[in-house]
């Protein structure tokens, strides 16, 4: 009699757009042991014998939805047993001995092995995601490809389902991208696979411009504190290229600091990101007394005494005083007389003033111009009179 064989059929994945169904394992009829088949070796193309037969292409007809699987008995004919037993019935492929699954228990081989995975499914997603820790999306805050990559690894760390993705990816925008999340929404829907969400999310928000980019590579130290500016640059590095390597973002950190500040940071010494926070941090009071002695200096140097500024002698001489000359800003008069108070700018430049000049003189030519015209008429007239 020919011996009886369980397989387990998978629809998944290949690509974003392409959907294989797999057979992952196999378990002879009156035994505990699974075997499974590697990840290499578990499409149609490996095993053209199985999902040749009749059984198989009718359960394959039905699997058309990803994640969806069933558990297939089968009767291993002599085709199948050369290529699934060897001479003595344990069970191999083309040669070689299949690996067994480690702490797969089910009893019965055609009920689906039920996990906490699988059960977690039917929870609100809102009580499973509670301890994921990610900030907002809000399409201007974070780089785009950054926050997807954070968000799929806390799912991954809550063992989180990629089928319920989208669903979390719902709770973590706001703003415009939950306005792109709606819309998305509308027009497909979450049966979609996640790869469908993340390409359309990329494509929304992803950079396209240099502007965020140059900023993060030139960003430099100023004033305030050294710690401050390193994590800030840091962060800026994350988000402008997740790719670029720890060292590269520890170069772009020192090379923004003061000259004197990245004079006491040496090479050598920098064999992490953290080792070069603690060196950072080690250099703050260096800025901090800096800082106090420009104050110090200013200070010394310029004293305000009511309206008069005391100015160093460096002759050794007495402090002289001068006053200083105060501009007191008043509203322009013209903007004023034409019902536009409070308008503070230089009265010679008004638009208003300038206008007005231009429309008296332009009054003025006209005048000048009827008034001649009206004296040939008149000595015209007087003219005729006489003769």
Known sequence: MSPRATFHFLVDALDAKTTVVRVLTIQLEGEDTVFQFPREQQLKEHHPALFGTTIVKNVIKGLKIRR????????????LQQEYLDKEGNVCFHDQYLDEVQGYVNPNPTAPQISRTNLDT??????VVKNLILEK???KNQNAKTFLSILVKECERLNIESSRYSEVLRLFVEGLALDWYLTFLKIKSLSYEWEFWQNSFL?????VGWTEIKYAYTFRYLN???????LK???LLIDAD??????SQMNFIVLGLPTDVRLRIYKCDLLSRDALMSRIRQLEPLVVNNDKKMNSSRNDRFNVVGNSERVENTSGGELKYKKLNRQVLKPCSHCAVKGFPNRFHPENTCRNFINNTKRNYKNDMIKS???TELEDSISSSDEAKHE
């Not at 699987?69 to 004919?77: D, H, S, V």
């Not at 494509?203 to 950079?207: L, P, V």
């Open 68 to 79: 969806k699987f069933r558990n297939i008995r089968i009767t291993l004919a002599d085709e």
């Open 122 to 127: 039917n929870k609100p997603i809102h009580s």
């Open 137 to 139: 999306f809000n399409g």
């Open 203 to 207: 494509d929304t928000f992803s950079e």
């Open 224 to 230: 305030g504190s050294l710690l401050d500016y390193a």
């Open 233 to 235: 640059k840091l962060n």
């Open 242 to 247: 997740p790719e670029l390597t720890a060292n």
């Open 369 to 371: 111009v009827n008034n």
